[in-house]
T-cell receptor, first 114, second 113 residues
């Protein structure tokens, strides 16, 4: 099966702890993205990466960090500096190509910080 | 700064009716306008998309209408079905494709049987 996997589906952490969310894709896409989804807020871009070993901040990068050491992997770390980390996190990928019509999304990880 | 404004926030339609969701934008550099559909607990999936060289695009029961001068675009769902009940997001990009999408806040559609 081709697609994007995110793990785990549900994640609970204590306040003050860093947590890393996994995102893997086997679509051979160059670009990968992380979004945060809150009720009534739509999808807000956290970070994106066009190519291995390069990534850019999105609209709400504060309190988050990413790495892109492999084309197929783009993990997101939610640090203790993120003031309100409880949310639904979505990873996506696409070819970095003006003709591309679609970002493909993973199933998401729901993070709850207690 | 909200670059894509979506309305209504929620919509209830009877089975067989027409569902209409509207989006407006300010950035005239936007040149790609997709709509995504999301079911509860799942990631969004592309439903239909349009580029500004056409004013309308239809795929089955789903139609995008695009008004470049008004900087507005809308999604019409004809013969709405209970299975269409989901959250719909409009989006826009100035990259010509799916790179760096800016999303609206979403519309929760409920289609009653």
């Amino acid at each position: 099966d081709g697609g994007i996997t995110q793990s785990p589906k549900y994640l609970f952490r204590k306040e003050g702890q860093n947590v890393t969310l996994s995102c893997e894709q086997n679509l051979n896409h160059d670009a990968m993205y992380w979004y945060r989804q809150d009720p009534g807020q739509g999808l807000r871009l956290i970070y994106y990466s066009q190519i291995v070993n390069d990534f850019q901040k999105g609209d709400i990068a504060e309190g988050y960090s990413v790495s892109r050491e492999k084309k197929e992997s783009f993990p997101l770390t939610v640090t203790s500096a993120q003031k309100n980390p409880t949310a639904f996190y979505l990873c996506a990928s696409s070819p970095w190509d003006r003709a591309t019509d679609e970002q493909f999304f993973g199933p998401g990880t729901r993070l709850t910080v207690l | 700064q909200q670059q894509v404004k979506q309305s209504p926030q929620s919509l209830i339609v009877q089975k067989g009716g027409i569902s209409i969701i509207n989006c407006a934008y300010e950035n005239t550099a936007f040149d790609y306008f997709p709509w995504y559909q999301q079911f509860p607990g799942k990631g969004p999936a592309l439903l239909i998309a349009i580029r500004p060289d056409v004013s309308e695009k239809k795929e089955g029961r789903f139609t995008i209408s695009f008004n470049k001068s008004a900087k507005q675009f809308s999604l019409h769902i004809m013969d709405s079905q209970p299975g269409d009940s989901a959250t719909y997001f409009c989006a826009a990009s100035d990259q010509g494709g799916s790179e760096k999408l800016v999303f609206g806040k979403g519309t929760k559609l409920t289609v009653n049987p």
